[in-house]
């Protein structure tokens, strides 16, 4: 079940009274080190620093007024909670963040600003979900997912679907891969926006899940997760995976060092802050290149949320 | 002699010929830490990564064919002598820039995929001028000043004027003051584009030359110059300081713990790479917050060509 054009168009009136219109930025210099025209749609610059606060902008959003009026909950050490909580706030609706007690400080006063209500827990997912679901059964709170959620997709499907407006004639969209719903809402994009746009998904080769998913037809799962790419240590989920299997073209898998020097670049030539996640899909295209000679390549930087205190270069 | 409003029309259709138009952020946190509202310039998202491509445009586009075809020289350790080589490259005319033989190697490469020609000197002002009035004599090059030109200061003005097309109803302009030819250029947009905008400078209090000008009435200089912001040692020059006389209300100066603070803000706020120069009128309004409580706050962050392997914070 593919959702239809018009469920994107309903998640931009969503997102659109809420979330920044992105920049979409361009380099000479990356242009020719890269060997076609790239445009960086710069999801870093979004509100809270990612394409997140889109996908938790349409889920909110689309409640009924009961379920608005009874809250949101999801358990998130990352993104999604300081999404959930500012998009929950733009709303007027209550968000309950579960986050494990040894989550970073900062991560937790980001959360606090935008008056997400933190419940702590032991760092096990296991810990995490049953915490959510208490909260749930008390409150009557709608559990949100990060990724594995129709209404997230569309929501991050708007990203795309600027990026085609500015740029109708691209021949590929990348994302990176973490738990799906990015490359899967960016796919829906692409296939209602895009003039024969294909997408591409960036993913390191240690947390190749989708990469093995895609193979193998079914959700693969990550043995060990040793990346510097931490969003994306995730796997894919049963609503993104069916979209991402019919509308994403391939997966592109890079090496750790080739993340490094793609956020480098990307820093000192863009001069914009992203997280390593957000490096991979240009990683990516470097590491394949020759494919892509002189074509128009649109790339989703997906956040920018990294401690520039503690850099990896 | 302030320049007239055309001459700055004249301007924008040289500059925006070649520049990027750059976007205006804004963030909610350093809006509520501010307590106004502030929109930010991205200069540091200018080619070449500083405004300084907007004068160096706006310059050797007006130069004669006769004057194009002999080429254009300048010394510079810094933004400039890149702006000069990338905007000659552009109108298609030879850019000779002397640089220090101890500048660092990735100021040089820059010049260098810049077609620039770099001819290299001792690192004293006085070996920079003469080397720079050697190749003016054996070539016929037009020599370029980096803010002590009219018509560099004219295609400066040209980023206010775009703030200002944006939003025109701006309270206030701040812009760093280093050489004076952003601050001069950014008050002649304000004068001819705002509706009763202010133009405030800011500037380290341990190279606070130009504001014990605006007290003097004439040029002051720096005996010491031990500040974070390497692009504000240097002083005012008689093109600009007319200018800034009659058009910049005051400046305001800033600690240099106040810098660094500004520079970590606007990284981790606004996702954006930074230079500690441009985070000076920030610190500054920060510093006197209360004055500007409620206003709307245009301020052009100058550039972001910074090492981010070797960070301040």
Same mark, same amino acid.
């Given at each position: 079940m593919i959702p239809v054009k018009n469920d994107i168009e309903t998640a931009c009136k969503q997102v659109w009274a809420f979330a920044h219109r992105t920049p979409v930025l361009q380099s000479t210099l990356l242009n020719d080190l890269a060997g076609c025209e790239v445009f960086f749609k710069c999801e870093n610059l979004q509100k809270m620093g990612a394409f997140k606060m889109r996908g938790a902008l349409n889920a909110i959003g689309n409640l009924s007024d009961a379920h608005k009026k009874a809250g949101v909950v999801t358990h998130s050490s990352g993104n999604?909670?300081?999404?959930?909580?500012?998009? @929950?706030?733009?709303?007027?609706?209550?968000?309950?963040?579960?986050?494990? %007690?040894?989550?970073?400080?900062?991560?937790?006063?980001?959360v606090k600003?935008?008056?997400?209500?933190?419940?702590?827990?032991?760092s096990t997912l296991a810990a995490r979900e049953s915490t959510s679901q208490r909260i749930k059964e008390e409150t009557g709170a709608t559990f949100l997912h990060p990724s594995n959620d129709i209404d997230v997709i569309l929501g991050n499907a708007t990203?795309?679907?600027?990026?085609?407006q500015d740029h109708p004639d691209l021949?590929?969209?990348?994302?990176?891969?973490?738990?799906?719903?990015?490359?899967?809402?960016? @796919?829906?994009?692409?296939?209602?926006?895009?003039?024969?746009c294909k997408v591409i998904g960036g993913e390191p080769f240690n947390a190749d899940d989708a990469y093995r998913s895609l193979q193998s037809g079914k959700i693969e799962t990550n043995e060990t997760t040793d990346t510097i790419a931490d969003g994306l240590r995730t796997h894919l989920g049963d609503k993104n995976f069916p979209i991402i299997k019919e509308l994403v073209s391939?997966?592109?898998r890079v090496e750790?060092?080739?993340?490094?020097?793609?956020?480098?670049?990307?820093?000192?030539?863009?001069k914009i802050v992203i997280e390593p996640s957000c490096a991979v899909p240009f990683a990516a295209l470097l590491r394949e290149k020759d494919r892509f000679?002189?074509? %128009?390549?649109?790339?989703?930087?997906s956040g920018g949320n990294i401690d520039v205190k503690n850099l990896p270069f």
């Open positions: 999604f909670g300081q999404a959930v909580a500012l998009a @929950a706030k733009n709303l007027g609706v209550t968000a309950y963040i579960v986050m494990p %007690k040894n989550a970073p400080e900062v991560k937790k006063n980001a600003a935008y008056d997400g209500i933190i419940t702590e827990c032991e990203s795309g679907v600027e990026l085609l021949d590929v969209l990348m994302t990176p891969v973490g738990g799906g719903g990015l490359v899967a809402g960016t @796919a829906l994009a692409a296939h209602y926006f895009g003039k024969d391939e997966i592109i750790e060092q080739e993340i490094i020097d793609a956020l480098q670049l990307i820093w000192e030539r863009m000679k002189n074509k %128009k390549v649109g790339i989703i930087l």
